[in-house]
């Protein structure tokens, strides 16, 4: 596997673009070496511009739940750009997939479209924020809701990559009303709520988070937290931009049987484009304007490209009565698979997955909140990772990101997957 190609165009990058990417996490300084560039994708598959195919493990962060180039959403994107690509006013398409989503989701009755998963967090604290007229949140240490200053304290993903969980730029005036707990600790969630009392707008949770590692609820965690909020007269806050549509039809909500009162989405919910969303039930959304004082917008917000895009890749799930129960099966296998080739090598582990998101912790204990996830061996995941990758297997850059199982994904795929593991899992 050479890189030269994409060695020369990310020289070419770093000249015009900020580390030589859109999105830090691209750039591989977690793991080190020369990030991937990629020409084109299929199914499960990237073509790199060295002419290298890898199996991809990362689908975009995870929109690619069906594949790249998945045929309905690019037919559906190429006959929608021929009648124009964007009007700033009210189309039918839209009425359409909020429709779909809302039937698909359960305790919403509105949804509001917007471009990015961070776009939909930062406008449901909001929304919290103005319903209640509360100014705190809890967020969890590790967990990741985008890039919105309210967000960046103690944050998973790249920010912990980059050692920067507290990013410069966000004002003391910001972070005091930004209150961190720990992921699976309910007391400390009471605690919080004791010093806090009747501060509290709203807490904001990963349901299964997937920005340290993908790390389950403990048992009987969400459900503590729907009744701490109720107990407080506060919000719960799904951030479902990477458990919406991939855990189950409805969601975590409908996995766990768990009601938030405010979900926000991205990732599979536009279908590979941009596209992010932000639901709850009449009372709490008819607070957004123009209906409600609380003011939100956005130029290309509900674009019809985005709504094309996203609206053929929810009636695919929604039609395919199977689908998540494939995925479940598949990850289910993978996860097996890994688990016998890294026990072979005598490699110190964890693998954590709910459905089908998955990671992989070269630590034996358990890994369940922020804390525990930064335990894992990053020396040992760097070698992992390029092992893979001259293997063909691209895996998430980084011991603090899930891994999104798609369902182009064959038999024969984790099949080759598991051998190279246990290939590479020999030199660790
Ligand atoms: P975007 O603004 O990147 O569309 O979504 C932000 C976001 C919100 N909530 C959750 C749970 C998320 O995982 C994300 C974004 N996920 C990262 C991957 N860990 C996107 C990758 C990147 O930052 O480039």
């Known amino acids: 596997m050479l890189?030269?190609?994409?060695?020369?165009?990310?020289?070419?990058?770093?000249?015009?673009?900020?580390?030589?990417?859109?999105?830090?996490v691209r750039a591989f300084k977690s793991v080190g070496g020369t990030p991937i560039f990629v020409k084109e994708a299929k199914g499960a598959y990237l073509y790199d511009e060295d002419g290298n195919r890898l199996i991809d493990?990362?689908?975009?962060?995870?929109?690619?739940?069906?594949?790249?180039?998945?045929?309905?959403?690019?037919n559906a994107v190429i006959e929608k750009a021929k009648k124009g690509t964007s009007f700033g006013m009210p189309t039918q398409l839209e009425t359409e997939i909020a429709a779909l989503a809302v039937s698909m989701v359960p305790n919403i009755d509105k949804i509001r479209f917007v471009n990015s998963g961070t776009e939909a967090c930062m406008s449901?604290?909001?929304?919290?924020?103005?319903?209640?007229?509360?100014?705190?949140?809890?967020?969890?240490?590790?967990?990741?809701?985008?890039?919105?200053?309210?967000?960046?304290?103690?944050?998973?993903?790249?920010?912990?990559?980059?050692g920067s969980p507290n990013s410069p730029g966000v004002t003391q005036g910001t972070a005091k009303d930004t209150l961190l707990a720990t992921y699976n600790d309910l007391q400390n969630v009471k605690d919080l709520f004791e010093a806090n009392k009747d501060q509290i707008a709203a807490?904001?949770?990963?349901?299964?988070?997937?920005?340290?590692?993908?790390?389950?609820?403990?048992?009987?965690?969400?459900?503590?937290?729907r009744e701490i909020c109720d107990a407080n007269s506060s919000l719960l806050i799904f951030d479902e931009v990477m458990t919406g549509f991939r855990l189950a039809k409805g969601g975590a909500q409908e996995l766990f049987d768990i009601k938030a009162d405010i979900v926000a989405f991205g990732k599979v919910i536009g279908g590979g484009l941009p596209v992010g969303a932000f639901a709850a039930?009449?009372?709490?959304?008819?607070?957004?304007?123009?209906?409600?004082?609380?003011?939100?917008?956005?130029?290309?917000?509900?674009?019809?490209?985005?709504?094309?895009?996203?609206?053929?890749?929810?009636?695919?799930?929604?039609?395919?009565?199977?689908?998540?129960?494939?995925?479940?099966?598949?990850?289910?296998?993978l996860e097996k698979g890994i688990r016998e080739k890294l026990t072979e090598a005598g490699l110190a582990y964890t693998i954590n997955r709910r459905c089908s998101m998955i990671s992989v912790h070269f630590d034996a204990n358990p890994v369940t909140d922020f804390k525990t996830a930064s335990n894992g061996d990053n020396d040992?995941?760097?070698?992992?990772?390029?092992?893979?990758?001259?293997?063909?297997?691209?895996?998430?850059?980084?011991?603090?990101?899930?891994?999104?199982?798609?369902?182009?994904?064959?038999?024969?795929d984790l099949d080759f997957t598991i051998n190279a593991i246990g290939k590479v899992a020999k030199d660790l």
């Open 380 to 412: 040992t995941f760097k070698k992992f990772f390029h092992g893979l990758l001259k293997e063909g297997i691209y895996i998430a850059p980084s011991a603090y990101e899930t891994w999104f199982i798609t369902d182009a994904l064959s038999y024969e």
């Open 57 to 74: 493990y990362i689908n975009s962060w995870g929109p690619m739940i069906l594949g790249h180039a998945y045929e309905p959403v690019v």
């Open 203 to 225: 807490i904001i949770i990963e349901p299964v988070a997937g920005n340290m590692g993908c790390i389950p609820p403990a048992e009987g965690f969400l459900q503590g937290l």
């Open 281 to 333: 039930r009449n009372e709490i959304m008819n607070y957004l304007a123009p209906v409600g004082p609380v003011y939100q917008a956005g130029t290309l917000s509900g674009n019809p490209l985005a709504m094309a895009a996203g609206l053929e890749m929810l009636k695919a799930l929604n039609n395919d009565t199977d689908v998540f129960k494939r995925l479940e099966e598949k990850t289910a296998y």
């Open 3 to 24: 890189y030269q190609r994409s060695s020369q165009l990310f020289a070419e990058a770093e000249k015009v673009i900020p580390g030589g990417v859109n999105s830090p």
């Open 124 to 162: 449901a604290i909001r929304l919290a924020r103005g319903y209640t007229g509360r100014d705190k949140i809890i967020k969890f240490a590790g967990c990741y809701h985008g890039h919105s200053d309210s967000f960046l304290i103690q944050a998973g993903s790249g920010a912990v990559t980059f």
